[in-house]
């Protein structure tokens, strides 16, 4: 192959290279969903730079059957919900937040296929459960058909 060739092919990698990237932006974006997560609450994201690919899996998730979360109701104390779920990611940080974040791994129906779930816990000022979201609507539909 010449060095005609091989620099229009660079310069088209750089292209493709520039437009995913473009694409991964608007993904990145992540738009929040109305059904499952109606306030808009945060989540934390996962950020991977290029030498960080190598792993397979940047979240993981506890295996919790599904049927535990429909224990899950306003009003009950964190302790119970820490029973319940055990402790959130930001474990060393729960006694001062009011926001509980854990992922979920479930299996998807009809599927050989996992899935892992963002869950948000809010608590009120007395440490009462105020109310509980998920992030994907695929994920409260799972918990959902699970108690069904």
Known sequence: MNIETRIARAAKNVILASGLLVAGA???ANPVDPISNPESLAYPEVHMDLPDYDEPFQRAGIMLEP?????IAPGMAAEQVVTLLGWPLNEEGAAQSRHWD???????PGSGHYLVCQYKVVL???RKLEKAFWRRHQ???IAN???Q
């Open 26 to 28: 608007s993904w990145a």
């Open 67 to 71: 049927q535990r979360l429909s224990q």
């Open 102 to 108: 854990y992922n979920f791994t479930f299996k998807m």
């Open 124 to 126: 009120d000022q007395d």
């Open 139 to 141: 994920c409260l539909d």
């Open 145 to 147: 058909s699970a108690v």
